[in-house]
């Protein structure tokens, strides 16, 4: 893949994650649009990552979790929105990856606009799993960007209909795959029988409804003592993903009566190598289900809480994996239908190697131009006075994308002054997160008395 200018003979690229499944996305995503999979040596690349300062901040205990993604986690840094932007005018990009929530990109989009940027870099983003909410909403905050990728052909047709329906250019969206699946196709081995449930932070919500999940984890592990039941969490407590986790399982685990079964457990890490010893996975709604499903694993959708858009599992209607966990107790093990896999970007016939083609050949076509044209959102001041301000002031931009006065942070003036202030901001990101996870909530509840 050739660099779009002569200044330098490596592709520059900028990956702006503010999770860390994101960073897991956005990191893999570059890599797999920067590498050329032809007989042609591809070009040096430089790929910089930088973590967009705010509630779901990883840590580099959940850095270090995402596994390899070919970027050393001491390189990566915490910027500003307004930071960010100065970044990009300073270091000059030719690519940037945006893996942020859709008033990220939004704001993102209108802060590059604003530049005015003689040659600006080509702007990517999407998904990082499963589109199951907020369809419409994600979607034209995402718009503006050069390519939109899709996860799945599914996912392809649902967002260019999204645009086309508002009137929209839909040119942008790009079929590809999820950049993370992978590993090695199931193979049963004697004497393993090992049942891993991927919790979620945010689904269900209820405390209720988490209790029953789990009780009745601990429960198949009681009816099936020589299986490894197996709790893969997403996070530690007092750590944010994705989505804000005010339940954590593990706390929740230390309220159930009695003491637990010998076989059940509570496990961390890499999502693929607990795949590597799962006989059965089962989940909600979680995207883990397609990584489980892209390796031939049996999957299994539970129901037990309804078919709900608010949990997710809906988007697993057709899939012949919706089941229950008395069926599950009963040694069911459910089947995918091959006609909803073929729709669903899982690639679990081989053509996962080919998924990324259209989406690098695009990049690659944009990085050749001359010049690209304007970033042109579907939201403006115009479309949208009584939204977008919003979104763009929590991000510290004005109406037109410009950062608003005193956003911009004097340079420093010495290691000392640099240290106090980087102190003093993960002290307040602490601040925040523990108001967010342990003060709100209880808030809330009070507020139901």
């Keep these: ?52 300062r705010g509630r779901a901040t990883p840590t580099p205990r959940q850095l270090a979790e995402v596994g390899d993604v070919g970027i050393d986690t001491d390189r990566v840094r915490e910027v500003t929105a307004v930071e960010f932007l100065d970044t990009v005018r300073d270091e000059g990009y030719d690519l940037v990856v945006l893996a942020l929530v859709g008033g990220a990109v939004q704001a993102m989009l209108h802060g590059l606009a604003a530049l005015r940027l003689p040659a600006r870099p080509v702007v990517v983003t999407g998904y990082v799993g499963v589109v199951y909410e907020k369809l419409a909403d ?69 405390r209720a409804d988490r209790t029953y999940l789990l009780r009745r984890l601990v429960e198949h592990a009681r009816v099936h003592p020589r299986r490894e039941v197996l709790l893969k ?87 012949g994996l919706l089941t229950s966990w008395d069926h599950l107790d009963g040694g069911a093990h459910p089947e995918p239908d091959a006609a909803w896999l073929a729709g669903q970007g899982v690639a679990a016939d081989g053509t996962y190697a080919t998924a990324y083609d259209t989406a690098r050949a695009r990049v690659t076509a944009l990085l050749a131009r001359d010049q690209l044209p304007d970033l042109a959102p579907y939201y403006t001041p115009a479309t949208a006075p009584g939204y977008l301000p919003g979104i763009l002031a929590r991000h510290h931009l004005a109406p037109d994308g410009r950062p608003l006065p005193g956003a911009t942070a004097p340079k420093e003036t010495g290691r000392v002054r640099g240290a106090v202030r980087e102190a003093v901001r993960d002290a307040a990101r602490g601040a925040y997160r523990q108001g967010v996870q342990r003060v709100a909530p209880v808030i809330r509840r009070m507020g139901e008395l």
């Excluded at 050739?2 to 860390?20: F, G, N, Q």
């Design 1 to 52: 893949m050739p660099p779009r200018t002569e200044k330098t003979t490596a592709l520059r690229v900028a990956v702006l994650a503010d999770s860390d499944t994101r960073w897991k996305w956005g990191a893999l995503t570059a890599r797999r649009l920067t590498t050329d999979t032809g007989d042609a040596p591809a070009p040096r690349t430089e790929i910089s990552g930088l973590l967009l």
């Design 138 to 206: 994600g979607l034209l905050l995402r718009h503006g960007a050069d390519v939109v990728l899709a996860n799945s052909r599914h996912d392809a047709e649902r967002f260019r209909a999204v645009y086309e329906g508002v009137g929209a250019d839909a040119s942008a969206v790009t079929e590809a795959a999820l950049p993370f699946l992978g590993g090695a196709p199931h193979r049963p081995e004697p004497g393993r029988d090992t049942v891993v449930f991927a919790a979620q932070p945010s689904v269900p919500a209820s």
């Design 233 to 319: 969490l997403r996070s530690k407590p007092g750590e944010h993903t994705t989505h804000i986790e005010e339940l954590p399982y593990q706390r929740l685990a230390e309220r159930l009566p009695g003491a637990l079964p010998p076989n059940f457990r509570l496990v961390y890490g890499h999502m693929g190598e607990v795949l590597d010893r799962t006989d059965l996975l089962v989940t909600v709604s979680s995207t883990a289900a397609l990584e489980s499903l892209h390796r031939r694993i049996p999957t299994a959708i539970l129901t037990d809480l309804g078919v709900r858009e608010a949990l997710g599992n809906h988007h697993f209607v057709g899939s």
